[in-house]
C-alpha cells in the first residue's frame, strides 16, 4: 500500500464528512437532512450499507458502526485486517488496540477517537477533523450524537451525524480512552 498517514486522513475526513447534517427520522434507523429538499435515499441507503458489515443493525447505537465504515471506505481494498478488529462496540475497540499497542494519548487529524462513558462498558467514537494543541481540544465528525451537549445525557447520544468541539480528555463523564492515528491504521493493514 503507497498511501501515507497524511492521504489516509485526508480520504477519512473527506468520507466522514459527506455524511454531516444526516438527521435520524427513526431512532438509530433511518435518516434524513432536514436543510436539503426531499428525501435523501441515496445517501441513508449507502450509510445504512457501510454500517451493516459491522455488523450493525437498525436500532443499535452507530457512532463505531460508523468510524468503521467510513475508514474501511478510505482502505479500500486494503481494509480487511482492519474490519475484522473494529466493530460496533466502542469498548471492545480501545481493548483491541491498546493490546497491540495502536491506541495513542494525542490526537490528529483523521484519527479515531474512542471515549468511554463513566465507569461503565459504554462509550462513544469519532474521527478526529483537527486539533488545537494550546486549548487541549479537538474538532470531531460524530455519528449518534447531539448538536446541544449541553447536558449530561447529551455527551454521547443524539439523532445527528454532525461535528463536535471537544476536549481531548472528555467533558463530563465522556472520558477519551485514546486515539487510533491513520499511521496505525497503514501499520495494521500491512502487517
Known amino acids: 500500500m503507497n498511501l501515507t498517514p497524511d492521504q489516509l486522513a485526508t480520504a477519512i475526513i473527506r468520507e466522514a464528512s459527506r455524511f454531516i447534517g444526516l438527521r435520524e427520522v427513526r431512532p438509530n434507523a433511518d435518516w434524513n437532512n432536514p436543510s436539503t429538499p426531499g428525501p435523501d435515499s441515496v445517501l441513508v441507503n449507502e450509510l445504512r450499507a457501510m454500517m451493516r458489515p459491522s455488523p450493525w ?3 443499535w447505537a452507530y457512532c463505531a458502526a460508523f468510524v468503521e465504515g467510513i ?6 481494498e486494503h481494509a ?6 473494529f466493530g460496533p462496540h466502542c469498548m471492545t475497540n480501545v481493548r483491541a488496540f491498546k493490546q497491540r499497542k495502536m491506541l495513542n494519548p494525542l490526537p490528529v487529524p483523521g484519527a479515531i477517537w474512542l471515549a468511554r462513558h463513566g465507569e461503565t462498558d459504554q462509550g462513544h467514537a469519532g474521527i478526529v477533523t ?11 465528525i460524530e455519528a449518534n ?3 446541544d451537549p449541553s447536558t449530561p445525557s447529551q455527551e454521547r447520544e443524539g439523532d445527528w451525524i454532525t461535528t463536535r468541539m471537544r476536549k481531548i480528555n472528555g467533558a ?3 472520558v477519551t480512552q485514546g486515539f487510533i492515528h491513520p499511521g496505525h491504521l497503514i501499520q495494521l493493514i500491512t502487517s
Open 80 to 85: 480487511s485486517k482492519f474490519a475484522a478488529l
Open 145 to 147: 450524537t447531539s448538536l
Open 130 to 140: 483537527t486539533t488545537g494543541t494550546l486549548t487541549r481540544s479537538m474538532a470531531t
Open 71 to 76: 475508514v474501511v471506505r478510505a482502505l479500500k
Open 172 to 174: 463530563g463523564s465522556l
Open 57 to 59: 443493525q437498525p436500532g
